[in-house]
């Protein structure tokens, strides 16, 4: 599982090139982007293409080449391999037929631009692509509205004032968003900004709204439930028995205290 750059064709590690020009086969999302990126490294391995709509006919091609004594190398046209983008198939077809995978780390998208994001070193999540359909946008975004971690997501350029709409109509005016743009390439850009003024920001020039996207949400913000020891107590017993946002829906009725601080509560008491 070999990362590849995320842009600049320099973002390679050198781990990556030894195992690029020593593997027998290398299984690539497309073969086009990927010859660009083994010409510019000097490297000749022989292809095959695997991607979303071919994946599990790949996967036996590439079991048969391991089956062989072959080692095969996979790459995504950009970053890490089965990060929203194919690979995840092929990898639990490998280990199930008792074959090593070995992650060759490198470039990703997400990770570089929440290191220039300066957000809190708290954590994050990562959600990759959101829904194209905007109905099923908006029920994904009411669902992570209530998690205190900053949201990432990768998003295409056709859709980004779409998505940038939908965030704020989700989640209000005050979270802070980040706009990581193009990242390692010619015209990257990183710009950050209240979900308020984000619509007029990225409509006010066409050009910021070219490229793909790493788009970064700042989390929501926490509050310490001081006093309601009851609403604790019967959320404690709901979750026993009922899924997280059912539980923190019925405790909110039975105690009127917030669904959405009961909702994060249920969250961390699941994940912990």
């Known amino acids: 599982m070999v ?13 990556a090139i030894d195992v690029l020009t020593t593997v027998s086969l290398i299984a690539a999302e497309d073969t086009r982007v990927t010859a ?114 900053p949201l990432v997501f990768y998003e295409a350029p056709h859709r980004i004032v779409e998505l940038t709409e939908d965030l704020q109509t989700v989640f209000g005016d005050e979270r802070t968003i980040t706009y990581a743009r193009e990242i390692t390439k010619r015209f990257e850009s990183i710009h950050a900004c209240v979900l308020s003024e984000a619509l007029a920001w990225l409509t006010a020039d066409t050009d910021r709204q070219r490229g793909e996207f790493v788009v970064i949400v700042s989390g929501a913000e926490q509050r310490e439930d001081k006093g309601d020891e009851d609403a604790t107590r019967v959320l404690g017993i709901l979750l026993d028995v009922l899924p997280v946002s059912q539980a923190a829906s019925v405790a909110a009725k039975i105690t009127g205290a917030r669904k959405n601080e009961l909702y994060e509560m249920a969250l961390k008491r699941k994940t912990s």
């Open 3 to 15: 990362a590849t750059p995320i842009g600049n064709l320099r973002d390679i590690t050198l781990r």
């Open 36 to 149: 660009t990126l083994l010409r510019a490294h000097g490297i000749g391995a022989p292809m095959i293409s695997l991607h979303r709509h071919n994946e599990r006919h790949a996967a036996e091609k590439v079991l048969a080449s391991l089956a062989a004594g072959l080692s095969v190398a996979l790459v995504s046209d950009a970053g890490t391999p089965a990060v929203s983008d194919p690979g995840a198939l092929l990898v639990r077809a490998v280990r199930d037929a008792g074959y090593p995978v070995v992650p060759i780390p490198g470039a990703n998208a997400a990770i570089a631009a929440l290191s220039a994001a300066g957000l809190p070193d708290n954590g994050f999540l990562f959600h990759g692509f959101l829904p194209a359909r905007q109905s099923a946008r908006k029920s994904v975004l009411a669902e992570l509205k209530p998690i205190a971690y």
